[in-house]
Every structure is written in C-alpha cells, then in structure tokens.
C-alpha cells in the first residue's frame, strides 16, 4: 500500500474514532458542557489533560525548535513542564475546591466584582485565540503535505470534526476524545524516535540513546559528534547556549507561570470528584507528558545529527526523497550559490540550504528512511496534538461567553437550556473563527506565542495565586494587577514585535529580557502593585474571607459542586 | 488604613459563634494551613533549585562533571529536572493527604457525584 493511502487510512480511522466518542457522550446539561459533569477520574482526567496540553506546537515544533537551538531549546522543556508543579501545589486544588465552572468565576468570585470577571475573560479570550490560530495552522501543515490536498479543505475537515464533538459534546466529548488523542499522538511520537534512536545508536530507549556512542564507530557520543559538525559548520557547539543567563531565565519562568495560568488547562481540574483527585491528577498528566518531553530533546539531537548527514555535500541531484518532497511545500529550499551542483549547509552566507523548523518532526521519519505507516503514524499524532488542544480552547472561549459574560453578566436571567444552547453557538462560532485563522493564517501567527504564555504570566497566574494565598488582596488591587500585568506586557510585545523590530535586540531590551520573556516581569510587577494598591482600600468583606478559608480545606468539595 | 490581622481570623471566631465544634475544626483548619505552607515552601525550593538553579544559574559549571555520557548541566535543564518534577507532584499529593488526615480536614470519605 502506498503511503498516501495509508495516511489516508490512519488519519480517516482516527477522525471515525473521535466522532464515534462523541456521539457516544453528549453534553445533557450545563455541567456536562462546562466541566463533564465533575466526576472523570484523575487518571483518565490526567490523560485528557495531556493531550490537551500537548499541541501542535510540543508535538510538530519543538523538537525542530530545540534542534535548532541546542541548549538554549531547555527553556520550553523546563518551562513547560516546570508549570505542572505550581499547578498541581499552588492552583489546581484550590480551584477544584471552589467547584464552579469557569477561571473567570473564580475571579469574579473572589474579587466580588463583575469588572475582575470581564477582565478575567478579555485575557482568556485573548490568550486562547492567540493559541487556536497556531493550532490551525499545524492542521494545515500536516493536511498540505500528507494528505496532498488544499490546506483550505485540510482546515474545513479539521474544523467539521472537532465541531461534532466540541459543540455536541463539550467538556464530556472533549474528555473522552482527547484520551483517544493522547494514545494516538504518544504512540505517533514514540514509534519513529525509538526507530531512529536503535538506528543512530543502536539503544532503543531515545532518552538514553541520545547519551550513547553513534553506531557508526567513530566511539563519539551522539552529542560529542554533533557538537563537532556543527562548529565545523560554523554553528554554536549543540549543547552550549547563545542566550544570556538573564534572557532564558525570564523566559523559562515567563512559560512555567503562563503553563500554570492557562485557562483551557486550568478548567481541566474541575472536571475530577474531589481536591485531592485534581493533585494527583495534575501528577498523571505530567507523567503523560513527560513521556513525549524527554523523548523530544532526542529526536531533536538525532534529527540535527540526520540532517547534516544526509544533506551537507550532497548533490542536489542525489538528493534523497523526502528532500524534493517538502520543497513542493516550501518549508525546504536549496539555492546553488557557488554553482557547483552540491548543497552546502552552514552557518555563514554561503549556506545554501533553508530548512523550516517546524517540519523536523513530520520529516524525521522520511530523512531516516522509515517504512509508510510509520509516516501515516506521524500524520494522524500531528493531527490528534492540533485537534485535542484546539477543542480544549474552544471549549473555554465558549464558556466564558456563555457562563461569564452572557450568564452572569449581561443576561443573568437566561434559563439552563437557554445557557447550554448559547454556549453550544458560542463554540460553534469559536470554530469558525478558528478556521478563518487557519486558512487566511495571519502573518503574525509565529510570532505572538510569546503573547499567550507571557499574557497568561501577567494576569491570570497572580490574580488566582493571590486569591488563593492572600486575604488581603482586594479588588481593586486585583483589577490594577491584572490591567498592569497586561498592558505592559503587551506594549513590550507589540513594540518590539510590531512597532520597532528592527530593535528586536538584546542591546535594546529592557534588562536584556526579549519579549518572549517579558511577562515574568509583568507577573512580578502584577503581584508587587496588586499589594500595593490593596493597602489603601478596604480589606475584602467578610463572605470573601470565609470563602478563601473554605476553599483552602479539601473536604466538602463533593458537596460544594452540586451548588 | 487597616491593619486588622485577617490572616488570624479563623483562630477568634466571632462571638455569635457558640458552637464548640466549630472553633475546633477553624483551629484545625488554621494549623493545617500551617503546615499546609511549610510542606509547599520546602518542595518549591527543590523546584527552584533544579530548574532555576541547576537547569539556568549552574549550568556551565555543572557542565564540567560527566553524567551516563552527557553533559550533567545539560542533562538536568534538558532531562532531569523533568523527571523530578513529576515526582515532586506525586510526593505532593502523598504527603499533604497525611496531613489532611492528621488534622481532619481530608476528603477521604467523599464519593464521585456521579
């Protein structure tokens, strides 16, 4: 069977699986919709949230990301799954305690006002787009490529599928679908890297394999090897850092607190029967997790390894296949400078050959000459990653308009019903929206990332830590935290993004910290003003402060969820 | 301004509150929280040192030892810290439920809803 067919097989199969699961699991009521209705075991809930978790970007982008970056790629593995532990110690229990549906009705709550809650939800929304358009667009990637048709109609099929399950099924679909996806994407991933991990080293493990000799006898270690082709090249050593200490600092910890303010991760910990489930929940997936994340940096050693191997003085008429297969997409390109028929990859101006980084994962397969299903594995575990955490976002952006801003904002006399069917258009919309980004994908997809954790960082993280760890905190510091923490992380990103790039440099950089890692210093500048700012108005009222006593005792939340 | 010690209050129920068991469980549930914050404080400074510190700060100073063929620095930023944080949740979870226990505020007897 070719390999085409088989993509179209494991792709189609997988799409079958999900609409059967949510057909299976129809939302019934609002509780169903917003959080399954509160009784997912935590293994099953860590699972889900894994997937969640794991989008496009973890499953497509960063190990090409890390391969092209070394040491320096460390910032997303530790701040990614660094998050998982403030999460589970500082966040998750306390707000499965609270026990109500969304990030913004804890925010709304606890800071008694209907202004916490509207900025609570401008941040999410904000946030949870920002995101969506970058799964969109690995969607597209993996259709273009794959399954050889328009990324238009890649996008469509895409959006048609999580609509059955996203709008019928909401929280309940989502959940059981996004464990089908956890097991389709691990095994995607896990599959070509133990392949190519027994054939650079002969170890099938890949987290030990990228420690061990390379098979080929030169007694180098796979690191040793790459650390010397690169400088030959004229690249930094791989496992030496470019950044400056200050730099990945700020930029680890702007991801691990953004990770652990990320609404469509934090709604997930509603869904478990009580406070001590959603630690141990919070455990599951980052075990789950931790699976794909320490297999990652491998690949992406193994695939930089691969890559100059196969490529560097080749000449373009030897090309191997998977060569001339993605320059059909662009992401690949070769330019013969010097005239000479052969493909020259460095660091300098004479490097003739581009590589997108982003199609390191997808092309790893083919560069190490992997049998077709294996290939279609990859094409069906990008599409479960992108899928899975697209629901999962649309799913909050539904809520927080139907629950937030409909509900208890502007029409708070709506029935059940009526709220069930506004959130079921809310996410239809949201889909919609999300399409749009994926077939018109705005120029700045790439580049606002950083916007989503570093927003997260600055206003949603302090906002729920403090309402959990401090009485004292009151609205109005709340709100001057959080609208701080925003605007000046925004500003920072827009003008060096968008305003002024060209001064998108370290010499320019306030403190030496990119925009990438801004938001820690909105975070820490949210915290330090919503104390100040607290100490001149009046402490909270006292059903504030019993609610802050209660949901900081687990017991009673089974009780506390049928309010 | 006021500088009330609100973070006390559950220790000085109000006066209308009579009831004898429930100052109980608020001193309970005060020490908890107590320990609550010393048990968070210690497994967030292991946190912080592997990940900010070993894994950022240290890491080319660490770089110079040699672990199962890698880097050690190296490993831990890119490795190691990783497999510790999965464990610091799961040490979490087991510790603070003793603690629960101890002071009676667990939800060991709690049923799913469902």
Not at chain 1, 109 to 130: G, H, P
Not at chain 1, 328 to 342: A, F, I, Y
Not at chain 1, 467 to 477: P, Q
């Amino acid at each position: 069977m070719s390999t085409q067919l088989l993509t179209y097989l494991f792709v189609g199969a997988s799409f079958a699986l999900y609409i059967g699961i949510a057909i299976w699991s129809r939302a019934g009521s609002t509780k169903d919709f917003y959080v399954a209705g509160g009784g997912v075991h935590p293994v099953v809930n860590g699972m889900a949230t894994a997937a969640d978790w794991m989008s496009a970007a973890s499953f497509i982008s960063m190990a090409g990301i890390i391969s092209f970056m070394g040491r320096d790629g460390s910032v997303y593995l530790l701040g990614w799954t660094g998050g998982y532990v403030l999460l589970a110690l500082l966040l998750a229990p306390y707000l499965r305690k609270f026990g109500r549906f969304t990030v913004p009705d804890f925010i709304g709550e606890r800071y008694y006002s209907k202004t916490a809650r509207i900025v609570a939800v401008i941040c999410l929304i904000f946030v949870s787009f920002t995101y969506v358009a970058g799964q969109m667009r690995g969607v597209g990637i993996v259709f273009s490529r794959f399954l050889e048709v328009e990324v238009e109609t890649g996008v469509i099929i895409g959006m048609a599928v999580v609509f059955m399950y996203a709008v019928l099924g909401g929280m309940k679909g989502i959940t059981y679908t996004q464990v089908a996806q956890y097991c389709v994407l691990i095994f995607a991933y896990m599959v070509p890297a133990i392949f190519i991990s027994i054939m650079i080293t002969g170890n099938p493990i890949p987290q030990l394999g990228f420690g061990s000799e390379v098979a080929d006898g030169s007694g180098l270690s796979v690191l040793e090897k790459l650390d010397g082709l690169l400088s030959d090249l004229g690249f930094g050593n791989y496992t030496e850092g470019s950044k400056s200490t200050i730099d990945v600092f700020a930029i680890t910890a702007a991801l691990m607190f953004g990770t652990a303010g990320l609404p469509h991760v934090l709604v997930r910990f509603f869904t478990v029967p009580k406070v001590s489930d959603a630690r141990k929940s919070a455990g599951y997936a980052l075990a789950f997790i931790a699976i794909l994340y320490t297999t990652a940096p491998a690949v992406a050693s193994f695939a930089r390894l691969n890559l100059v191997d196969t490529v560097h003085n080749t000449s373009y008429e030897q090309a191997p296949q998977w060569f001339s297969n993605w320059e059909n997409t662009g992401l690949v390109g070769w330019q013969d400078k010097n005239n000479d028929g052969l493909m020259q990859y460095s660091a300098g101006t004479d490097n003739e050959v581009t590589i997108d980084r982003d199609i390191m994962v997808l092309a790893n397969p083919e560069i190490a000459d992997l049998p077709g299903w294996v290939i279609a594995l990859v094409a069906a575990g990008g599409v479960a990653a992108a899928l899975s955490t697209a629901a999962g976002l649309l799913l909050v952006i539904s809520s927080s308009v139907s629950h937030d801003l409909l509900k208890q904002t502007l029409m708070p006399a709506i029935t059940e019903k009526q709220e069930l069917l506004f959130a079921r258009i809310a996410a239809a919309v949201a889909v919609c929206i999300a399409g749009l980004f994926g077939i018109y994908p705005p120029a700045f997809v790439a580049q606002v990332v950083a916007f989503a954790f570093g927003l997260a960082a600055a206003s949603l993280f302090p906002a729920i830590l403090l309402g959990i760890f401090s009485k004292r905190v009151n609205k109005e510091g709340a709100i001057a935290g959080m609208l701080l923490g925003l605007v000046f992380t925004f500003s920072y990103i827009v003008y060096f993004k968008f305003v002024s790039p060209e001064l998108n440099s370290a010499e320019h950089w306030w403190l030496g910290i990119s925009p990438e890692g801004i938001g820690f210093i909105g975070m820490l500048l949210n915290i330090g003003v919503a104390f100040g700012v607290s100490r001149f108005y009046a402490p909270p009222p006292a059903e504030v402060q019993n609610l802050v006593d209660n949901i900081r005792i687990p017991s009673g939340a089974a009780i506390a969820q049928s309010h | 301004m006021s500088e009330q010690p609100y973070e006390h209050q559950s220790e000085n129920p109000s006066p209308h509150d009579h009831n004898d068991q429930k100052t109980l469980s608020q001193k309970n549930a005060a020490s908890y929280w107590q320990a609550n914050l010393r048990l968070l404080a210690k497994l967030l400074a292991i946190w912080f040192a592997l990940s900010f510190g070993c894994g950022i700060l240290l890491v080319d100073w660490l770089d110079q030892f040699t672990f199962f063929g890698f880097k050690l620095g190296f490993w831990i930023a890119q490795q190691g810290a990783i497999y510790v944080f999965v464990a610091l949740i799961f040490i979490y979870a087991w510790r603070i439920q003793i603690i629960e226990r101890q002071y009676g505020v667990d939800d060991d007897a709690e049923e799913s809803s469902v």
